[in-house]
C-alpha cells in the first residue's frame, strides 16, 4: 500500500469516527431538558441536569424542550356576555413544560402545544365571560367614575351596578379552570390575564 492510498484510509477513517463521536454526544443546556426517542418512541425520563450526556449514535435522537415559562398570545374573540352584549376579548397566557415526556407523548412541540393552549385558555375564556355581565369583565373595583358634565346630567352613577367579582377574578377562574385540563399535557399555567 502506499502513503497515498494509507493517507485517504486514515483520513476517511477519522472524519467517519468524527461523524460517529457527533452523533453519540449532545449538550443539555440549563435552559433545556431533552427526551432521547428510539426509533421515534420516548426512552427513559426526561435529562434536565445541564452537560454533555451520550446517546447510542444513529438510532437515538436527543428532543430538546424549553424549562423556563413560554408566552401563549391568544386571538381576539367576539363573545357574548351574560347580559347579551358582544365583546372583544384578548388574553395571554405563561406557561411551561413541566412533564416532558407527557409533553412530548401527546402534543410532540410547542407549536402543538399552543394549539392545545388555544383551544383550552379560549373556551374557558368565552364559558367565564358568558357567566358575568359586562361591566363585572370591564371594571375589577368600585372605583368613583369621574363624570362629566354631560353624565352627570344623566345620572349614570346611579345606574352602575356594584362589582361583585371584576375582572382580575373572572380571569383568576379561567386560570383556574384550565390548569384543571392541562396537565394532561405536561403542561403547567401560570398565569391568565385579559388585555
Request: glycine share 4%; hydrophobic share 45%; aromatic share 8%.
Amino acid at each position: 500500500m502506499n502513503k497515498a492510498t494509507r493517507n485517504i484510509i486514515v483520513t476517511v477513517v477519522a472524519f467517519a469516527i468524527l461523524i460517529v463521536l457527533l452523533n453519540t454526544f449532545y449538550v443539555v443546556s440549563e435552559t433545556n431538558q431533552v427526551i432521547i426517542t428510539q426509533f421515534g418512541e420516548p426512552i427513559g425520563d426526561a435529562i434536565t441536569k445541564p452537560g454533555l450526556h451520550m446517546k447510542v449514535p444513529f438510532i437515538q435522537k436527543a428532543n430538546p424542550f424549553e424549562k423556563r415559562w413560554l408566552e401563549w398570545d391568544g386571538d381576539a374573540n367576539q363573545i357574548p356576555t351574560k347580559d347579551k352584549k358582544y365583546i372583544w376579548v384578548d388574553t395571554y397566557a405563561r406557561w411551561r413544560i413541566n412533564d416532558p415526556l407527557v409533553f412530548f407523548q401527546r402534543v410532540r412541540d410547542e407549536r402543538g402545544a399552543q394549539s392545545r393552549l388555544d383551544d383550552i385558555i379560549d373556551g374557558e375564556t368565552r364559558n367565564a365571560v358568558a357567566n358575568y355581565i359586562l361591566i363585572e369583565i370591564v371594571r375589577s373595583s368600585n372605583r368613583e367614575f369621574e363624570l362629566t358634565e354631560e353624565l352627570a346630567i344623566l345620572d349614570i352613577a346611579a345606574t352602575i351596578p356594584e362589582i361583585e367579582t371584576g375582572r382580575e377574578k373572572i380571569a383568576q377562574i379561567i386560570l383556574e379552570k384550565s390548569s384543571e385540563i392541562t396537565p394532561e399535557f405536561g403542561v403547567e399555567l401560570r398565569d391568565v390575564k385579559i388585555k
